[in-house]
């Protein structure tokens, strides 16, 4: 977590600066999770994936807007203690999520690894 927190809003977040590379193909896996349609542990921890790759896609853009808000804050002499504690809990919880896609990488990984059951 202090990794973002040392950054101190200088610079950018970004897909990049987390070292994530989301892949678009997902969102076919999240389709089925969401109308119900069977699916396999892979194609479940797939969904997740997915998932996880959207929340932290929507936490860096709202990381961004608040950001511009402690920018114009202080750019206005008004105070922006308040919206820098927040801009802190937000990228504390962007390194949550960025850490439980890597849990959920680790166990597709493992899934990807199994020997695939014989049979129809």
């Known amino acids: 977590m202090s990794g973002l927190l040392k950054q101190g809003?200088?610079?950018?977040?970004?897909?990049?600066?987390l070292g994530l590379s989301l892949k678009s193909g997902r969102s076919d896996a999240l389709r089925r999770f969401q109308t119900g349609a069977p699916m396999t542990l892979l194609t479940m921890e797939e969904s997740a994936l997915a998932l996880a790759d959207r929340h932290i896609v929507e936490a860096l853009q709202r990381i961004a807007l608040q950001e511009k808000r402690v920018h114009d804050q202080q750019k206005y002499g008004r105070d922006s203690s308040q919206s820098e504690k927040l801009l802190c809990i937000m990228r504390d919880i962007l390194c949550s999520f960025t850490e439980h896609r890597r849990q959920i990488e680790e166990e597709l990984e493992r899934e990807r690894?199994?020997?695939?059951?014989l049979g129809p």
Do not use: A, N, V
């Not at 809003?9 to 600066?17: A, C, I, K, T, V």
């Not at 690894?113 to 059951?117: D, I, V």
């Open 113 to 117: 690894r199994l020997p695939k059951p």
């Open 9 to 17: 809003g200088r610079q950018p977040l970004s897909l990049e600066y």
